[in-house]
């Protein structure tokens, strides 16, 4: 039998078109580029400064305040940031597997010139012209000095290094700064937004409507079928993606910017608020904590936020021996909330600040009634507590007898 | 010691059980100076271990090594066979520090031996060689050092194949600077396992062409008959043998022992467990330091338990008796180890997991409850014992299957041919394809590009029309979304295993795995699923996702389930007529179709049928390759077909057993099917076939050997003191049926008449 017949009736399926062999894609500022390794496609659109990409116009990136980026990206290399040296970057490609079986045919990138911003978008018609696209890409990479990405730290530009090194690029040497959003938006959003997906932040917070838009988890397959067909309007929507999401880095920053910028007072969802609050907590500005706890707490929309901005809050008060302040909200945790923590903070603060053992001991009952049902490590742990109180309430008694 | 208590033996009623002994003489150290390239600083670390010079293998293996020259060292036990590889390896680092070599081990734990023991080398040479291993379980933070600062990287072929090579960019430090890649114990890459290997092998060649290294291939093996053969197939290029061993062994007695018969009517034997506790026991009574071997887990822990308890009677023994197996921590193992080597524990029983490299030093004597499947595994494991001067034992005590019952009543086999041939098929079509598609992942093919040396563009042409692959200007690109190292694992014989899940008390804990062809016979609802001597009743089976759920049961009968299989012969390769062969015979491709339709309930003991249930699961084909071989019978017409039906099963049980001797495989390896009137011979027909799809070579090499392979299962049959059939030799008949054993030997004795010598 032959070798061709077994391997088919191992696995039958329907053949399928090799398609044109020259695509003819004739796309609005679309070109072909040639260079010593080959020929590829490029498309660049020019945005001016002063234009709308969603709610925000393109020219809020000039005034961002890159320290405030890097408070929000933990990353203090962002701080010396230089806008006319950075690239914004995305890729699309043929899976999300990774490995070196997975590959960019398209890369968008942007970056400023002068009064716009240019969006500039390399294009693989096929398998062969790679190596070609990969290359002014490669120079031109070494003409900047910051990547501006949407998890591009752990997917896109790894991916590009591993193509280069395929291409037997020399790896590239320069150590760039890089600003991967994906991280600085889901601190701040994580938790008013269902997801901290590009898309989702898009539709909730940039407000960049996309008609017609092909899910991202559709693309690779979309590229295979462009690939079989050479049919041109296959690639359509994906490159209006790939350009829309590169654009939308840009007003991420700005919105980033716009977001650690402002005062607690304009501030209205109570997460995000709080989210903010934990970032300053995490970098010990009480100060300003202070501000959006209060705001978050003052807002009054969720329970739980209200309820952690208010133990955050006294948690502050208590490192700044600012007692009273702490003692009010324990007091009303406790009252309100039924707060475990706050009765254990109080038991402390009488027992040990206030050298109060009566209330000491009432509120490590009242902790420990509360744990019983929920908590048996806690208990036992106010159990301990309960034991010592009374055994120093006893010899208080014993010495204000003897005085007696 | 051992003398008196060797002698002892000799004198008691145990001696009739014995049906081997053999004194193998001491044999000298034959040595070489150290070699005059050897940096000074080896020499020196040598010296410190008390190594004034290295055996004649040695010394070869670093010649030929030195010289660029892929070779096989074939050496037995504690023969120093590390020094092989790293000698040249560590002299080359040491000289070209950014040189990097790879090192493959088939388990992890004999990868972190190896670790151990390069890090406490590479110390004493100055920190200059690092030394890692990179597997499942290296922690991701750790990951990055290894890719770039490695000398030696140790792994195993499964974490190569998915985790090395299909991100081959992040490892271009190692690929481009590789000059040595090491494949310790050659011998367990054979079957379905080791043509898997070769391709990755072929892979990662590949990959290293692309980088511009050529890595030199320094390959160990246990013995086995076609060391150079194996070498060559596995990693495609031509090796040089090295089995000229140097290293001194002392003189050993080596005494095979049969269970006697205690039923001789359904030749049953006295448990090979409790005789190999009895002998164990002897020697560490004795104080001698002891190794029992065994091939199950739950036999294991029995032993263990039996020997502990035994010895608690005898004071404080029972301490230093310790199980050894694959499933202990690592921690617990390295102990054990020790306490081995510093005479700590006296008695140790393990699975083959000690078999291979992990150093223990000698032990005085080996007691091996049952042939370990394989000639080269028994030497593996008879090499265990014996020390420098002094005198070792090593018992092999058999067990009632007919392939054990072969080998304790023919021990010049064992010692006549040495060891079988390890067989793969790195061109099994299934196989090759699955490594194509890794392959196409990791680099796109050129036109014309030879993979293994192989031309394979008839299979890259059909992954193009798969659509998985995209032949544009002159390559093939990988044009799918799916990572298909994921897909392929080295290990099961089939890529799509079924799992059987315990759910007793809520757990849901995997406990073991069936290949899908074996499911609906093993795993079907209702049906008793035995694990380590454990009952589990399988409450459902998940035929989509390849599940069983089954719980802890403890009943008193066992299911059997019908698997009709049919075999359909598609195509004849070779085939030879009665005159030159035995019999007629031939081998080729078959389709092997086969659904259960009912299983049985039988009670433990009395073996009657207390009931039976249906099973509805689909019928499945595979497409094989089979031996069969064709023998008119002339028989009475009034013998029932019946019988011949069950004399034909009974030959086919026997071959089934005793053919894995010349092949190096598992009996689960190969299937059966015994035709009393075959459609495509028109007569009463044996087929073996191969449970892989596609086969890996045993079909054909079942043909070449085809005499030998009958004339085993003849003398077996005609040794066996049973009288109507039993486990040793055609199985039990549930029916006893006189006439079964009798046609079964009628049977064999006319397929071997009617040939003559087999050609030369």
Same mark, same amino acid.
């Given at each position: 039998m032959e070798l061709n017949q077994k391997l088919r009736r191992f696995a039958a399926g329907p053949k399928l078109d090799k398609g044109l062999e020259a695509a003819e894609l004739g796309f609005a500022n679309g070109r072909e580029v040639s260079n010593p390794f080959g020929r590829y496609y490029m498309v660049e659109h020019t945005y001016p400064l002063d234009s709308y990409h969603g709610r925000l116009r393109l020219d809020s990136i000039l005034t961002v305040d890159w320290s405030r980026l890097a408070f929000i990206a933990k990353d203090e290399s962002v701080k010396t940031l230089d806008l006319r040296k950075a690239l914004f970057l995305d890729t699309e490609t043929t899976g999300i597997a990774g490995g070196a079986g997975t590959c960019a045919f398209l890369i968008g990138v942007a970056f400023v010139r002068d009064d716009d911003v240019v969006v500039r978008q390399y294009l693989m018609r096929d398998y062969h012209e790679e190596a070609a696209m990969l290359f002014d890409l490669y120079r031109m990479i070494q003409e900047f000095d910051a990547i501006v990405s949407f998890n591009g730290k752990c997917f896109d530009w790894p991916l590009l290094r591993d193509r280069f090194t395929l291409a037997r690029f020399e790896p590239l040497r320069k150590n760039y700064v890089h600003l991967d959003l994906l991280h600085a938006a889901r601190r701040l959003w994580r938790a008013s937004l269902p997801s901290c997906s590009l898309d989702s932040l898009e539709a909730h917070v940039l407000k960049v409507a996309r008609e017609q838009d092909i899910p991202g988890s559709l693309i690779p397959q979309r590229y295979f079928d462009f690939l079989r067909t050479k049919r041109a309007e296959l690639l359509i929507d994906i490159l209006e993606h790939n350009r829309s999401d590169v654009l939308s880095l840009v007003t991420l920053v700005g919105t980033l910017d716009l977001m650690a910028g402002k005062p607690a007072a304009e501030i209205k969802s109570d997460s995000l608020c709080w989210a903010i609050a934990r970032l300053y907590v995490q970098d010990r500005q009480w100060h300003r904590a202070i501000e959006f706890l209060q705001q978050a707490a003052s807002l009054n929309q969720s329970k739980a936020v209200r309820s952690a901005a208010c133990s955050q809050l006294a948690l502050i008060y208590r490192r700044l021996n600012l007692w009273d302040q702490a003692q009010a909200i324990w007091l009303m945790l406790a009252q309100e909330n039924g707060d475990i923590q706050a009765c254990e903070e109080l038991a402390k603060f009488y027992e040990h600040i206030c050298k109060d053992l009566g209330k000491a001991r009432q509120f490590a009952k009242q902790g420990l009634a509360l744990a019983m049902a929920k908590d048996r490590l806690r208990a036992a742990a106010f159990e301990h507590r309960l034991e010592r109180l009374e055994r120093k309430l006893a010899r208080q008694e014993k010495t204000t007898l003897s005085v007696h | 010691m051992i003398g008196q208590v060797l002698e002892q033996f000799r004198k008691? +009623? /145990?001696?009739?059980?014995? &049906?081997f002994w053999q004194t193998i003489p001491e044999k000298p150290a034959q040595y070489r100076p150290f070699p005059s390239s050897l940096n000074p600083q080896i020499a020196d670390l040598l010296r410190d271990k008390g190594i004034e010079q290295l055996y004649t293998h040695q010394a070869q293996a670093f010649e030929l090594v030195s010289s660029s020259k892929d070779i096989v060292v074939v050496t037995p036990t504690a023969s120093g066979k590390t020094l092989c590889y790293n000698l040249p390896v560590l002299n080359h680092i040491l000289a070209n520090p950014a040189s990097r070599a790879l090192y493959l081990f088939p388990t992890k734990a004999l990868a972190q031996d190896q670790v151990a023991e390069l890090m406490s080398m590479g110390e004493r040479l100055g920190h200059a060689i690092k030394t890692y291993t990179y597997d499942g379980d290296t922690a991701s933070d750790a990951r990055q050092a290894i890719r770039s600062a490695g000398n030696i990287v140790v792994t195993n072929p499964d974490m190569l194949h998915s985790g090395i090579l299909p991100h081959h960019t992040k490892w271009m430090g190692l690929f481009e600077n590789l000059m040595y890649v090491v494949v310790d114990e050659l011998h367990i890459y054979r079957g379905v396992f080791g043509s898997h290997v070769a391709n990755v092998l072929r892979r990662l060649q590949r990959v290293c062409r692309f980088y511009g290294s050529n890595p030199v291939f320094i390959c160990a093996s246990a013995t086995i008959a076609n060391p150079g053969e194996h070498g060559r197939r596995l990693i495609g290029r031509e090796v040089e043998v090295v089995d000229q061993n140097g290293a001194p062994s002392g003189p050993k007695e080596v005494i095979f022992y049969n269970p006697p018969v205690v039923n001789q009517s359904l030749g049953i034997r006295r448990s090979s467990l409790l005789e190999t506790q009895r002998i164990a026991e002897e020697f560490i009574a004795n104080k001698i330091q002891t190794i029992v071997f065994t091939r199950a887990r739950v036999d294991l822990e029995v032993l263990v338990s039996y020997l502990q308890r035994s010895f608690k009677r005898l004071g404080d023994l029972a301490e230093k008796i310790r199980g050894y197996r694959g499933g202990y921590l690592p921690k617990q193992r390295r102990e054990i180890e020790r306490d081995l080597r510093e005479g700590k524990v006296l008695g140790v029983v393990s699975t083959n997991a000690l078999e291979l490299g992990v150093d223990i030093g000698s032990l005085q004597a080996v007691v091996i409850n049952g042939y370990p499947g394989t000639i080269a595994s028994l030497w593996q494991q008879i090499g265990r014992a014996g020390r420098k001067h002094e005198l070792a034992a090593a018992v092999l005590v058999g067990n009632s299957s007919p392939l054990n019952q072969y080998i304790i009543t023919h021990p010049e086999f064992v010692l006549g041919q040495g060891a079988e041939r390890a067989l793969i098929d790195p061109d099994n079509m299934y196989i090759l394809l699955s490594h194509l598609k890794c392959a196409a992942f990791e680099l796109p093919f050129q036109a014309g590009e030879l993979f293994g040396g192989k031309d394979v563009a008839e299979y890259l042409s059909f992954l193009v029309d798969e659509g998985i692959l995209r032949f544009v200007e002159g390559r093939y690109y990988w044009m799918s979304e799916v990572y298909p190292a994921n897909d392929i694992s080295l290990r099961s014989a089939s890529s799509d295993n079924f799992v059987i899940i315990d759910t007793t008390d809520g757990a849901s804990s995997v406990i073991g795995e069936v290949d899908r062809f074996s499911a609906p016979m093993l795993i079907h609802e209702g049906a008793i699923y035995m694990h380590e001597g454990r009952q589990y009743h399988v $409450?459902? /089976? $998940?035929w989509e996702r390849q599940k069983a759920y089954a719980r802890r049961v403890k009943v008193d009968y066992y299911t059997d389930a019908n698997l009709d299989v049919d075999l359909k012969v598609l195509s004849v390769s070779e085939s030879l007529q009665p005159g030159t062969k035995p019999a007629a015979q031939s081998w080729g491709e078959v389709l092997v179709s086969a659904k259960t339709h009912l299983y049985k309930k039988i009670r433990f003991? &009395? +073996?009657?049928?207390i009931g039976w249930g249906p099973i509805s699961l689909p019928e499945q084909e595979m497409h094989t390759t089979a031996f069969w071989f064709a023998q008119k019978l002339d028989l009475e017409p009034s013998v029932p077909s019946e019988v011949v039906q069950n004399a034909l099963n009974g030959v086919a049980h026997l071959l089934l057993n005793t053919a894995p001797l010349e092949l190096m495989c598992e009996p689960g390896d190969l299937g059966v099917v015994a035709q009393v009137k075959s459609p495509f011979t028109k007569l009463p027909t044996i087929y073996i076939y191969e449970k892989y799809p596609g086969g890996v070579g045993y079909a054909k090499q079942l043909f070449d050997l085809s005499r030998l392979v009958l004339e085993r299962a003849y003398q077996l049959l005609q040794g066996c003191?049973?009288?109507?059939?039993c486990p040793s030799c055609i199985g039990p008949q549930v029916d006893i049926d006189q006439e079964a054993k009798q046609y079964a030997r009628l049977f064999l004795e006319e397929a071997l008449k009617h040939g003559t010598e087999p050609e030369a």
């Open positions: - | 008691s +009623h /145990l001696a009739k059980n014995v &049906t $409450d459902q /089976l $998940d003991y &009395t +073996h009657e049928n003191p049973c009288e109507a059939g």
